[in-house]
């Protein structure tokens, strides 16, 4: 059953401390929720507590460093939710790390970051939070998946491998939990301004237009309300286009991106970029 509004309802927001997780948390105070932020950054997460206390309504907003690749971190991040508050209503995993390069030198040690951070992470959520959301028979899950988790994004193909597979275990998991009060959207932004898409190795990426953290914050809770399960959201017709190729014609798709690869390779080696 979709959440009706969050006043009095207790989330979890993984990578609280940054990004799409920290505007997403800041929306949800001013709404009147009871927030738990995790990240593995400590500071960060001292001053995204004071920064969404300072303008929330509730002002109650407890954190705790977790890294979400330890199945017992996350594990007793679900506990202290459940001690401070009772219950879980909502749970956001927004923790996630961007990496990029070509497949002949990205390592396996770099793949399997990923794969633990972005997926893995998510899997660790749902079965830490699950069992209280059985006892309820309600409780809803949003996952960050990404454009990169329904397209082929060439130079990201680890990356993409992990946003695909929330894709892929979020679709099962909602026919799994079908008739039990639990539900998950899963989220795929196209770029975002965050501190993901300003790290240096990006820059081979040519982003030129991102999505607000306000405006991706905003539709996610819109899209809970709605109990909507896809928020797909790109940033320009171009990226909005791909979508729907990909969608048609895959090949198409991988043909245009490969071909853009190629022409910015070109421009950098020439020194056009
Ligand atoms: N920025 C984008 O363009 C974009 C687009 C689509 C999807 N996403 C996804 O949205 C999510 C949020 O990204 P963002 O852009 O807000 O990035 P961000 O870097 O601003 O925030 C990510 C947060 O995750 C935390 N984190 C990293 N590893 C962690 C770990 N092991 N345990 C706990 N916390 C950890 C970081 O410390 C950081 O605070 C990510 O899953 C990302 O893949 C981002």
């Avoid at 171009?238 to 014609?249: G, S």
Wanted: aromatic letters at 6%.
């Amino acid at each position: 059953m979709a959440l009706k509004d969050f006043k009095d309802a207790v989330v979890v927001i993984t990578g609280g401390a940054s990004g799409i997780g920290l505007a997403t948390a800041q929306l949800l105070s001013n709404a009147g929720a009871y927030l738990v932020l995790a990240d593995i950054n400590e500071e960060g997460l001292q001053q995204a507590a004071t920064q969404v206390k300072k303008s929330g309504t509730t002002g109650q907003v407890t954190t705790k460093r977790t890294d979400v690749t330890s199945e017992e971190q996350v594990q007793e991040l679900m506990q202290a939710a459940l001690d401070a508050y009772g219950r879980i209503d909502l749970v956001i995993t927004s923790a996630g790390i961007g990496r990029g390069g070509m497949i002949d030198t990205f390592t396996g040690q770099e793949m399997q970051t990923l794969m633990n951070i972005n997926f893995m992470g998510t899997y660790h959520c749902v079965r830490a939070a699950l069992p209280a959301m059985r006892k309820q028979e309600s409780g809803h899950f949003v996952f960050l998946s990404s454009a990169a988790g329904k397209l082929g994004v060439p130079l990201l193909s680890g990356y993409c491998a992990s946003k695909w597979a929330v894709r892929g275990f979020s679709s099962a998991l909602r026919a799994e939990f079908y008739g039990s009060g639990i539900d998950i959207t899963t989220v795929y932004p196209s770029w975002v301004d965050t501190p993901m898409t300003h790290q240096p190795e990006m820059e081979l990426m040519n982003i030129d237009v991102r999505l607000s953290v306000e405006q991706v914050a905003g539709e996610i809770l819109q899209a809970v309300l709605q109990g909507r399960h896809d928020l797909t959201m790109a940033a320009d017709e171009e990226t909005k286009k791909l979508f729907q190729i990909m969608q048609d014609n895959p090949d198409k798709a991988e043909q245009l991106t490969g071909q853009a690869l190629q022409q910015r390779l070109q421009q950098l080696a020439e020194g056009t970029a």
